[in-house]
């Protein structure tokens, strides 16, 4: 069985400052791991994926996370928050090497960004 | 490219009516599924359809959600005898499964309001 755990529902930080958002996974297979952003009213946005390559991934808008297997880790960061940052961050995981099973999410963590 | 679409985007039902709601992938994919998204609950699996296999409806929360898809295209969700307890967004995501980690892209959801 797979789950995850966000730590942190609602995490702030000021403009500039470093963003972490924490997620630890459980997983008796390989993962794959997901870090997916929320924007009030819209669809899920992928923000990265670790597929077993590379342990640090890069994504878009300049958030990477880290793949630590011994902490069964993905935590998110950003070295510099901006105000268009503010959304629901969600970590996810899934089976590795066996396409198509279904995301199993995390409950979630908001971020506020304050000037 | 045009990206996973849904709807309608808001419904409005009352208790003990039936409801559908559509999803259409992005062209191509292979893969279909869908998730619900409340606040008590986070982000649950449903459903996943995968070309002309079985689908795997392991996510149903009960006999009266029931889910098909057409000409492995377009899908529909249909929920039966809505109850209070229904009310909560409806994610559709896609992937084109290539033995790689088959990343899912979200549509935009359908919020279901059950009174």
């Known amino acids: 069985a797979q789950s995850v755990t966000q730590l942190g529902s609602h995490v702030s930080v000021s403009e500039g400052a470093l963003v972490l958002l924490r997620c630890n996974y459980s997983s008796s297979v390989p993962p794959y791991l997901f870090w997916y952003v929320q924007y009030p009213n819209q669809g899920l946005q992928l923000l990265l994926k670790y597929t077993s390559a590379a342990t640090l991934v890069k994504g878009i808008n300049g958030f990477e996370a880290e793949f630590k297997k011994s902490a069964t880790s993905f935590h998110l960061t950003k070295p510099s928050a901006h105000m268009s940052d503010a959304a629901e961050y969600f970590c996810?995981?899934?089976?590795?090497?066996?396409?198509?099973?279904?995301?199993?999410f995390g409950k979630g963590t908001t971020l506020s960004v304050s000037s | 490219g045009a990206g996973v679409s849904q709807s309608p985007s808001n419904k409005v039902t009352e208790k003990g009516k039936d409801v559908e709601l559509r999803c259409d992938p992005i062209s191509g994919h292979t893969a279909l599924y869908w998730y619900r998204q409340s606040l008590g609950q986070g982000l649950e699996f449903l459903i996943y359809f995968q070309g002309n296999s079985a689908p795997d409806k392991s996510g149903l929360p009960s006999d009266r959600f029931s889910a098909e898809r057409t000409g492995g295209s377009v899908s529909t969700l249909t929920i039966q005898r809505t109850q209070q307890e229904d009310s909560a967004v409806y994610l559709c995501a896609s992937s084109f499964l290539s033995g790689g980690a088959g990343e899912q892209y979200f549509g935009p959801g359908t919020r279901l309001t059950v009174t």
């Open positions: 996810a995981v899934t089976q590795a090497n066996q396409a198509g099973t279904a995301l199993i």
